[in-house]
């Protein structure tokens, strides 16, 4: 994001490619490729403007007879566009300005973006190309205009981010564009982490009919050729087949690992730290950030209090022994001890209550951002999107860190991904999977102690947060009108500790964060009936 100059080597270098290699006449480069996606305020700074459109100029001379179709952000008139520039020969020969921007859920584009008014047809090697951006494509209007101007084939670049089963649900959009207007479609989606986005890429081709005749790898950078040939019923794509559409589970455990690699190497950590604890978050946690960065780079605290099992300990030494990690053990007694000492006239005549085990959590939190300040290394968050939601987290204790891997996952995927994760190899002891929650911060506490079981927890929370639910529709589904209500009222209560919890992977439709905005003080209460 904003490297224009490193993003317009990596174009440039890659058109060189292709052009010694012959391989292509044209080569397709995401959304906003130039400046990266999405750039948010960054597009409003004027050093950014200066930067873009020397690079564009520059690219378009260094063009050859290999066509780039390159995204950009366009200044004129005033005006910001989200645009696409065809560049060859030395020169940009056409221009798309991207008609539908996206205002909902992530995209903010109405905030920065100026519609479009048309479209754009360019002939190129004899084919006519329409040209489109991303939303274009969830819209009928502008496929129809391309192909009423004459286009035989449109190429869309887009910026799309993952979700569970996206890629299903573009390719029957792609289908239906390609139904409506004849013609097949090409599509190019980017490939890597940009804060709590992931774009999975998952380029596909559908032809005139709707069937998708290929697609790409998800969640690897590749340059697959597709070739276009006209025939007596027009163009079609010629040479390539579709892969697997990915399983959803393993395509979620991907996601989180691209999030945390490139999250951590793109702002420059030489590692990351986290605490393991014996429970399944962090392990799963742990086999994220190994599988993201490699084990050299990660390092694992255990920081037991007397509350901590025996079974605890020993699991959290064989998962770090199994991954291959720097583990440590931290005993957090005397930090504990201290504060309890400090506050102990102020606390005289008070029951002890969440207080004091909360005091645990911001000791270990203090050890891990210590640790952190002082080998560069960042802190990873192992809270999970259930605990999130109705505040089951210790604000500058589990919640502090730089980035929350699984912070958009419920209690109950933690454990698919956990089980997927094995299948692969076995690194989270089983009994770590199998034994009951709990956050061990009093004797024999379990999670269930003070929350729902998760199997009727998280799809309270599913319908509340995924599909905006009542108390009484989701109490609808079968679920106790008194529970539902307690789910949602702790919801909104814990809204303030969101606010100040780190960025996170989004892999669902709705996650905390950039679409998720409620107000931390309101009057609104969810009751049954309501």
């Known amino acids: 994001m904003g490297d224009v100059a490193g993003n317009t080597a990596r174009i440039s270098a890659l058109l060189g490619q292709v052009q010694s290699d012959r391989s292509a006449d044209l080569v397709m480069f995401p959304e906003l490729a130039l400046c990266g996606y999405p750039p948010e305020d960054l597009l409003l700074h004027a050093g950014l403007r200066r930067q873009v459109a020397d690079a564009l100029a520059r690219l378009a001379a260094g063009t050859g007879e290999v066509a780039a179709l390159v995204g950009y952000p366009e200044y004129a008139d005033h005006h910001i566009y989200n645009s696409v520039a065809l560049l ?25 973006f100026t519609p479009g008014t048309g479209p754009t047809v360019v002939e190129f090697r004899g084919i006519k190309l329409g040209l489109g951006i991303c939303e274009d494509l969830w819209q009928p209007e502008p496929s129809a205009q391309a192909t009423a101007a004459g286009a035989e084939v449109i190429l869309v670049i887009n910026g799309s981010p993952f979700e569970i089963g996206k890629q299903a649900q573009r390719e029957q959009v792609l289908a ?10 090409i599509y190019l989606n980017m490939v890597g982490g940009q804060d709590e986005l992931v774009f999975d890429g998952g380029s596909c081709v559908v032809d005139r009919g709707g069937s998708t005749v290929f697609r790409a790898p998800a969640l690897e950078p590749c340059m697959p050729v597709v070739t276009l040939r006209r025939s007596g019923a027009g ?25 945390v690699r490139d999250y951590v190497r793109k702002n420059g950590f030489p590692g990351v730290v986290l605490g393991l604890s014996g429970g399944i978050d962090s392990a799963l946690t742990l086999a994220i950030a190994v599988d993201a960065i490699g084990a050299a780079a990660v390092q694992a605290v255990m920081m037991p209090y007397r509350y901590t099992a025996a079974i605890s300990i020993e699991d959290a030494a064989l998962q770090a022994r199994q991954i291959g990690v720097d583990y440590q053990v931290l005993p957090i007694d005397g930090l504990v001890g201290a504060a309890r000492a400090a506050l102990a006239g102020l606390f005289a005549g008070l029951p002890e209550d969440t207080t004091e085990e909360n005091l645990q959590s911001r000791a270990r939190g203090i050890l891990l951002m210590a640790l952190s300040n002082k080998t ?13 939601a109705v505040g089951y987290a210790t604000l ?26 094995n299948s692969l190899s076995p690194v989270i002891p089983e009994r770590v999977i199998t034994r009951p929650p709990s956050a061990e911060l009093r004797p024999d506490q379990k999670d269930s102690d003070s929350l729902p079981p998760y ?12 599909e905006n639910r009542s108390v009484e529709e989701i109490a609808a589904r079968g679920f106790e009108p ?26 669902s439709s709705r996650a905390f964060g950039r679409d998720w905005r409620y107000p931390i003080t309101s009057g609104y209460r969810s009751v049954p009936g309501s």
């Open 482 to 507: 008194a529970v539902t209500a307690r789910v949602l009222e702790m919801v909104r209560r814990a809204e303030y500790k969101r606010r100040q919890a780190p960025p996170g992977v989004r892999i």
């Open 455 to 466: 199997d009727v927890l998280d799809p309270i929370l599913d319908a509340l947060i995924l």
């Open 88 to 112: 060859v020969a030395g020169k940009q020969v056409a221009s798309y300005r991207k008609c539908c921007l996206p205002n909902y859920s992530v995209f903010d584009e109405e905030r920065y």
């Open 235 to 259: 163009v079609v794509p010629d040479g390539v087949r579709p892969g697997p559409l990915p399983d959803a589970v393993a395509s979620v455990y991907g996601a989180l690992v691209v999030g």
């Open 176 to 185: 239906a564009r390609a139904r409506e207007t004849g013609v097949p479609l």
């Open 396 to 421: 500058y204790g589990d919640m502090a860190g730089g980035f929350a891997p699984i912070k958009d996952c419920t209690k109950t995927l933690v454990f698919k991904l956990a089980r997927y994760r």
């Open 376 to 388: 560069g290394r960042m802190v990873l968050a192992t809270g999970n999107k259930s605990e999130m």
